[in-house]
């Protein structure tokens, strides 16, 4: 019997290493320039702040064409077009402080978008609509200057009455006074109603 020789045992031979190529860093791109932001609707002026005689010539131009020169109504749509503007502007930061809760709170109770506006908002921001429409007042109750130019001679207004006193006879001085202070009248006394009525609401003798 032939003993054939024992082969030596071999270890299992380790799996070859692969070295992964390094990774390059990714590429930064240069930051995009940011486009530049619009300004907020407050920062536009409204239009009763530009010069009238700005828009005199087209305005009277329009009117003419449309036969609305020394009428009343022209006169009107053109107080109506100077200042609903500013009115917006004033109110728009009204609106913005009533708390978006209490809306909220409408709208799930069951309010429609007119009754939130209407039973909510428009209470809320009561003060600054009064605000707003006496400061609209004032200045259409001086002007001066669309008054003479459109409607001078069949739809004066209080100015263009008080201008009337200054004729080449002479300065009715005494007249004018008394005329001035007819006039001042309505503006004075709606001033001093509106500032009762916050002065009765902040010692809590009437709701505000």
Same mark, same amino acid.
């Given at each position: 019997m032939v003993l054939e020789p024992h082969a030596p045992a071999t270890e299992p031979l380790a799996p070859p290493v692969v070295v992964a190529p390094?990774?390059?860093p990714p590429l930064e791109l240069p930051p995009e320039e940011?486009? $530049? &932001? +619009?300004? @907020?609707?407050? =920062?536009?002026?409204? $239009? &009763? +702040?530009? @010069?009238?005689? =700005?828009?005199?010539? $087209?305005?009277?131009?329009?009117?003419? =064409?449309?036969?609305?020169?020394?009428?009343?109504?022209?006169?009107?749509?053109?107080y109506v077009g100077f200042h609903t503007p500013i009115v917006v502007w004033m109110l728009h930061s009204f609106f913005e402080d009533v708390p978006g809760e209490i809306i909220e709170a409408a709208?799930?109770?069951?309010?429609?978008?007119?009754?939130q506006m209407l039973r909510i908002a428009v209470p809320l921001v009561r003060t600054?609509?009064?605000s707003s429409g006496l400061l609209v007042a004032v200045f259409i109750w001086n002007e001066f200057f669309l008054a003479v130019n459109l409607t001078a001679t069949n739809a004066g207004t209080s100015p263009i009455f008080l201008v009337g006193f200054i004729s080449s006879e002479?300065?009715?001085l005494a007249r004018l006074c008394a005329a001035a202070t007819l006039v001042s009248l309505p503006v004075l006394i709606?001033?001093?109603?509106?500032?009762?009525?916050?002065?009765?609401?902040?010692?809590g003798e009437i709701p505000d």
């Open positions: 390094p990774v390059p940011a486009a $530049p &932001a +619009l300004p @907020p609707v407050d =920062a536009f002026p409204p $239009p &009763a +702040l530009l @010069p009238p005689v =700005a828009v005199l010539i $087209p305005l009277y131009t329009w009117f003419q =064409a449309l036969n609305l020169n020394k009428t009343p109504v022209g006169l009107l749509l053109a709208r799930i109770d069951g309010c429609t978008p007119l009754q600054g609509i009064i002479g300065l009715f709606a001033g001093s109603l509106y500032l009762a009525g916050k002065v009765l609401a902040a010692n």
